[in-house]
């Protein structure tokens, strides 16, 4: 496993622990065994793909998040800490708000943790999972099913033309700028590109979700419409905060780190 270090893997004494883990469980390796060539070449296969970048996610294609564990692939964003900001969120301000069976939109759902992790916390909420990627919706079903929550997918883009209001719209859209793309971590370059260039300023999918949100959400009880956002997307953000109707606020929550991440719209 010398092999991870040897490329600057960070934590490559933990991921190599998650590896040796992931193909004993894989190959079903019992103590003792002595590996045939063929699991042989897998465990070495797994190795070099991590060594060259390969995300740990993508190869035991499992994440733990907010509470859950998740199936992932390739065809999905790897869902992050800082979205569990996110959910936190919105979770809070349907229970302070008290309000009853939330009609909710996930847009990008992807891999469907947030939709997923919301419907197990709000029990009675209605959630509407929208992602322009079949391959994504395929991956977000999986999760439900693991999960035991019933949420209604959409294939489409944006609101998909779902004809109702909603309580919560919620999003963890492309937000990086498509200039900056290339210079992400290698781990990042693996995933899809859909969901994370959001245009020349990064504000090509937030300002059509805060465009067409506040004329989803309901207006005469409490409602919010709740985003991931970068840092760098402040600037051009502002120009369209600034345009809100009176009648809603605005606030942006901090990362771990202390980056400006999780941007609220409420009534």
Known sequence: MTHL???????????????????ISEKKIIKDTKLSVSNQSFLLEIIKKRALGFPIQYITEEVNFYKSKFYVNE???IPRPETEILIEKCIEFIR????????????????????????????????Y???????????AK??????DVIINFVQGNLFANIDCKFDIV??????????NIKNLQKEVLYEPVLALDGGIDGMSIISKIINKGINKISKHTPSGIFIEIDPQV?????KILSALPSSLKYNIT??????????????
């Not at 999986?142 to 999960?147: E, F, G, K, M, T």
């Not at 901090?254 to 009534?267: A, C, E």
């Open 5 to 23: 270090q040897n490329h600057d893997i960070d934590d490559h004494d933990i991921e190599a622990s998650i590896l040796l883990n992931y193909f």
């Open 254 to 267: 901090n990362d771990y780190s202390g980056y400006s991440r999780i941007l609220s719209i409420t009534t």
């Open 234 to 238: 402040l600037s051009p953000l502002e």
């Open 96 to 127: 302070q708000n008290e309000i009853k069976n939330p009609n909710i939109i996930d847009i990008g759902t992807g891999s469907g943790s947030i939709a997923i992790s919301i419907a197990k916390e709000i029990s009675d909420s209605r959630i």
């Open 75 to 77: 065809n999905v964003l």
């Open 170 to 179: 919620i999003s963890n859209p492309p937000y990086i700028r498509t200039e």
């Open 129 to 139: 999972a929208v992602d322009i990627s079949k391959d994504a919706i395929d991956v």
């Open 142 to 147: 999986i999760n439900a099913n693991n999960n």
